[in-house]
């Protein structure tokens, strides 16, 4: 697939031309099926062509395609965020902002913490994705392909390793990194906020340590740091509970939101305590698009499917099925290059690695194309670039899900 149109700079991970998706399948143009692993890269928790999402955006279509709210508010963005900020499972009064996308609410909330707190100075993970703008650059825990050739990012950013069980970096080993830098690199107190993925996505699905998790929170509290929660990948479900940082036994002060709130309409959300959002002067925040009304009633749609039965159902048979599936992997030795299955709930990632323990990275672009060409679509993650993503829309029929995996156990016994 090559088009001179397009910017030669876009990645392609999949040469196919997709037509349609109906739930968790998609079809190209040559009319052929693939079952989607990938959900539009965690934006499709429902599925593609959810039947209540498409009425909602066909409905308001009749009635309102767009407006800005700062210039004239309007009523789905109004609902929205009333039903939205409910839906947050915090115990302080929540407000917030609608932006076009998870790195649109990751810029604002910089903002939003540099107004709060009169520092400028964040720190970020290891490993770490936060988006494609300049400032979110520079806190994503990677340099190829993201940095590379962009110059000098906004700053100041600091980077401490990422704790969890799924890369063998421990609490007291994150802890001792952060007691370094406070030492060595920066004072304490010209730091805005921390900002971590409750789990990592980019990285390869990793579980954040529920006991740094605690101890990040005391010591922001303790010194007046912020902490913001990205959960624009593991939000809405994805690990079986509305969002993943509830898993941790934390609040954080704001959290992203994006990717599966409007069930394929572009829409995110900077959300958190109500004192930080009022922080800004006004007009300190807005946008031309940000809350369009038809993402609006996408997302209405969305939240009335995501009720707490549902996502512990959904998560909790998909979770199941996988770790089933991977465990009998094991078990008969389907591969010598199957390594880890790393996350939690239905946020999976499933390693390859050579038996000499180094990352099967171009094991993994032999399964891309193995299973692409037998009707399953697959996302790489990983800083090597050896890990799936497993990404299949929480929606999934058992009976489609356990073809995917048969394909994908196919495909992994023909390694070479």
Not at 117 to 139: E, P, Q, S, Y
Not at 301 to 325: C, F, K, N, P, Y
Not at 329 to 357: F, K, V
Request: proline share 5%; net charge negative.
């Amino acid at each position: 697939m090559s088009s001179e149109t397009i910017s030669q700079s876009i990645s392609i991970v999949h040469p196919i031309s997709l037509s349609h998706g109906k739930n968790a399948e998609v079809w190209d143009i040559h009319g052929k099926r693939y079952i989607d692993f990938v959900g539009g890269i965690g934006v499709l928790n429902l599925g593609h062509c959810h039947p209540r999402i498409v009425e909602a955006i066909r409905e308001q279509a009749t009635r309102l395609t767009h407006y800005a709210f700062n210039a004239a508010p309007h009523a789905p963005y109004l609902a929205l965020m009333e039903r939205l900020t409910a839906f947050i499972p915090v115990d302080y009064p929540v407000s917030g902002m609608l932006t076009n996308s998870g790195a649109e609410a990751a810029e604002n909330a910089l903002k939003i913490v540099r107004g709060a707190t009169g520092r400028t100075a964040v720190i970020a993970f290891d490993g770490a994705f936060h988006g494609r703008t300049l400032a979110t650059l520079n806190l994503n825990g990677k340099v190829a392909p993201y940095k590379q050739k962009v110059g000098v990012l906004p700053g100041p950013v600091y980077h401490l390793p990422f704790p969890s069980k799924d890369n063998g970096v421990s609490c007291a080993e994150a802890l001792k990194a952060m007691e370094r830098l406070f030492s060595v690199e920066i004072d304490v107190n010209d730091i805005a906020c921390f900002i971590l993925e409750p789990v990592q996505g980019e990285a390869g699905f990793l579980a954040l340590d529920v006991e740094f998790a605690q101890a990040l929170r005391r010591f922001c509290d303790e010194k007046g740091i912020l902490l913001i929660a990205d959960e624009i990948q593991s939000g809405f479900g994805r690990t079986g509970q509305r969002f993943a940082f509830s898993r941790l036994g934390i609040e954080p002060d704001l959290i992203l939101l994006g990717k599966s709130i409007a069930g394929g309409v572009p829409l995110g959300a900077v959300v958190g305590r109500k004192a930080l959002l009022d922080s800004l002067p006004k007009g300190g925040l807005g946008g031309t698009y940000s809350g369009n009304p038809l993402a609006c009633a996408a997302a209405l749609a969305t939240l009335d499917e995501m009720t707490d039965t549902h996502l512990h159902t959904w998560g909790a048979q998909q979770e199941e099925t996988i770790v089933s599936r991977y465990q009998a992997w094991r078990a008969n030795q389907l591969s010598p290059y199957l390594g880890r299955l790393t996350g939690i709930g239905a946020m999976r990632g499933l390693e390859l690695i050579n038996p000499d323990g180094s990352p099967a990275s171009a094991q993994l672009t032999q399964l891309l194309a193995l299973a692409r060409e037998a009707g399953l679509l697959l996302m790489p993650s990983g800083k090597s670039r050896h890990i799936i993503r497993l990404l299949a829309p929480l929606t999934t029929e058992v009976t489609v899900l356990e073809e995917g995996l048969d394909i994908l156990e196919a495909c992994l016994a023909r390694l070479a």
